[in-house]
Every structure is written in C-alpha cells, then in structure tokens.
C-alpha cells in the first residue's frame, strides 16, 4: 500500500499533517475518476450528485480538466479524453513495465497460445497492469490494462494477499461488504454464490494459504463461469512490494472449451514460472533509470480562463505525471523540477497524492501506483486512431465550415479512417474506407514525403499515376518534386488534380517517434479566392488539429504502434 506520510527536509517521509484530503486535486481526481466509469457522457447537474460537490466547484473542476485535455464536453456532458491516459501512462513508465516486461508477456502468450496478465496489488484489490494476447486469435479473451479485480476472485488475488497486513485484511472485509454483489467491478458478471461455500472470507483464507505452500494459484471458474486462470508471483530482486510480498503476479487465462483447470495447469505452470523468473529479474536489473527530466507538464491558464482555472488542481496533476518521467520514480528535488513547481508545492501535493492512494515512496523516491490506471486507461487504451481523431475533425469542420478527413498510406493509395463534413451545396462526400490514388490527393503527397526515396519511388511504381483531370501530374519527375516540396513545406496543396473544382490540403499526424502515420486535409471549392489564400487562411487552423491529434496520438499509443483503425 502507498504510504501515507510527510515529507522531511532530506526528502523521506514520515507520518503527519500535509495532505489535503478534500482539497482541489482530490476532488478533480474524484471527477475524473467519476466520468471514467460512467456509461457516456455525464452531465454536469448528474456529476455533482454523484461526487457530492457543489455544482460551482463542479463547474470550475471541468473547465480546469477539459482546458488540459483530461475530459471532453460531449453533448452537454463531460467524457474521458485520451490525454487522461498520461497518469497511467506515468505510472507504467515509472515501474519499467513496457521496457521490461511487455517482450516476456508477448513471447509467453505466443508459447502457450493464451491470454496473459500482469497484476499489481490496488489497495485490497488487484489491477491489470500489463497484458499480451496470442495472435491470429479471432475472438480475444482476457482483460484489459486498467481493469481493477476483486482480490478473491481472481487467482492473482490468491497469490498476492498472503502478505496482506492485518490493516488490509481489514479493508477488503469492509470493502466486500459495501460491495456484496461486486458492482464496482465491470470488467467481471456480478458475485454469484457457489455451491459449499458458506463463508467467503474462511474460503479466501483457505486459497490464500494454499497458493503460499504450492507457489501458484488455480481459479476454477471463480472469476466467471467458463473462465479458468492460473497465477503464480513475480517476485523482483531487491524490489518486493511495500507489504513485503512480491509485488505482481502472472496469470494465464482461458476457457474451459479450450482447457480445464487442472489442464491449463500442466499446460502453462511450468512456462509461467520461469517467464515470471525472467519478467523478474529484467525488472529487478535496473530499477532507476538516470536522464534528463522532462518539461514540465504544467501550463497555467489563470489569465486564459481567469476564476474557472484552478491552478491547485493543475499542479498537483502536474506533479503526479511529472514522476512518470525517469523509471524508478523522483526524488522530492527532482520532482519539483520537473514538476516547474516550488518545492512547497511539490511536497503538498505529493502528500495529498499518497493519502489517496495515487503515488507511494520507495526509499527517497516517489512513484505513480496502479491506482492511477483505473482513471479511465482500460477504456480509452482500446482506441483507434478514427475515434482519437473524429473530435478534433468535428471541431475544425466546425471552425472554417470546411470538409475535414484523416487518411492512412495503405500502398499508392491513402485509405480515409474518419471524416467530418459541412453541410454546404459544395461540400465534399467521401466516406470513411474510401481508397484514392496517393500521388493525385495532399493526404498522398505528405505521406509519400515522410518515405525515403526508393519506397516511394516503389509504391508509385506499383500503381502507376494517371490523368483524373486535366491538371493531375503524372510526369515521375513532377511527382517527385511536387512530394519533396510537401516533405520541405510540412503541407501539400494540391488544385483540382483528384477532380476538376476541388482543392485540398494536407498536413502530416506523426508518432512519438516522428514517422508521419497518417495525415489530416480540409478539401474546399477551388474558388473563389486563390490557392494562396486558402492556404494563408487554413493552414494555420490545420496544423493546431495535427497537434492536438499527435498529442492524444501520444497518449493512447505511448507504448505501441498506433492502430490504424
């Protein structure tokens, strides 16, 4: 469990006074965790009900997280946006989980052909924190980064509580009680009793027990009928978790159609040891990793939204994504820093932050917990790019009355994912899956200019241009200056080559990396002002879209490619 604790002047803690417990950052992570779990947008009259906030604390709470990109008004009503995704983001980079673990959970889901998870302690419940899928699969099984499990409902819970203290046995008791029927689990069908067991608690004792003698834990549809799963821990050297156990499990899951328990145990026991072997020392080899901090996430907006902004909410955000920077955590000076906050500051807010179990200390430094993945990770990391696109696509066909469309290079042609038309006598009708030729569209051009030379020399090759209108180049010599101009430019306009009236104009949507994975146009009536123009009065508009693409790009794809889709 997080500690909570005050810090000293030497940058560890100890317990006392410090936190605030219902000041501006614990209500905005109330919200946030409020509309994470809700089913669509919440409005803001239902959202105060629910946390018990006034509506004008409400009210200012929002317009503070949708400024920062962490929620989006929808309809009248506040939904998660991709960039909530930074805190588990922080938290993931922090523990070297993608670094560390992801190549091992890969390989050990190809070798048995099923679902694997790794699995963290959430207080007295345990979350995904890191999953791989076998591939080829057609119907996918398992669950996501983010899904929080009831302790004794899952064979990692079994594995993993044993070092519970007598303060956690006490929580989950009370917890299980609150919540008999398990509805603050989605991720699972609601609690069911099973047959011969009177006393659930006497039942989990007894799993507990045996998965401490045996080294693993066997789940035997306990989770949810036709599921079975088999656990054992991950233990780290030097680095057991703040309870003193190991401080993740490894689970396999699969359906009794395919394997029943006893045999997903012979199947699977003997890889999941030695993977949980290998996925513990590649964590255990270094801990801490050196570096540059990264900028400061902070950005005060008090002169923007003047008494709406509330700057304590901010910085104490700031503070928690900001230990996200370095794996292995921040020191108090080093989270300051890279926080762009007083040390004051910093101290308060990473005291707040440990009392509501969001961040913990290790020694000197501070980390994210996996608290931070249930602020809506599980459902915003199942995202395409059309659905991280089609808001910002809305909102600039709202802005300049213009046709709006991001597209994918899928050979010589750019294949469009999303698209956000006006409604005028002149808009342009294309419809998301359309396929048109690269070489005759901006979309194409920006594209083909982010390729070294001989790929795009090879996929022009491979569907040789033609005339579509009397202005459509089709010279490899034109082509190829007309690509190198949009590469040196960072924008391609293109006058009626695709079809006679119609003009378009591109710009690139890149990664993390900087590759240029899809691209962003406005396609308008070639009249009546001039191509200039057009250019001098759009573009702008154009590349704040890409930006603000690219940045949510960041956040839901911060550890894999990005989903064309």
Known sequence: MAERARATADGSTDAGPGAEADGPLARGLAVMQAVAEADGALRLADLARSTGLARSAVDRLAATLTHQGQLRMVDRGLSAAPRLMEFGNAYLRAAGL?????????????????????????????????????????????FRVGDLLPADRCAAGAVLAGAWDDEQRLAWREHRAADPLDAGYPALPPRFARPGQEDPEAGFATWTAEAAEQGWALDDQIAAPGLVALSVPVRVPGGDGGDGGPPYAVSVLAHTSRLSAQAL????????????????????????AAGDLPPSPYTDAKTELGPLFLQALARGLAVLTALGGTRGGLTLNEAARAAGLSYPSTRRNLLTLMHLGYAEQRGRRYLPTPRTLGLGYAQLSGLGLADVAHPHLAELAARVHE????????????????????????????????????????????LLADLEHPDQERLLASLPPRPLTPFTRTSPTELGRAVTQAGRDGYALVEQELEVGLRSMAVPVRDLRGKAVAAVNLALHAGPETPEQSRERLLPHLLATARAIEADVASVFAFGPVRME
């Open 265 to 288: 145990r012979e199947h699977a026991l003997a890889r999941l040891t030695r993977a949980a072997q290998d996925m513990g020392d590649a964590l255990g080899a270094d801990r801490t």
């Open 98 to 142: 993608p670094d560390s673990v992801q190549s091992h959970l890969e390989s050990l889901a190809r070798a048995l052909d099923e679902s694997v998870s790794l699995i963290a302690p959430d207080g007295c419940d345990m979350r995904i924190v890191a999953r791989a899928m076998p591939p080829d699969r057609v119907i996918p099984l398992g």
């Open 403 to 446: 046709s709006v469309s991001v597209a994918v290079l899928d050979g010589a042609e750019v294949r469009y994912l999303a698209r956000s038309a006006t409604r005028q006598v002149t808009s342009v009708s294309i419809q998301p899956g359309a396929r048109l030729p690269a070489h005759a569209t901006s979309m194409g051009r920006v």
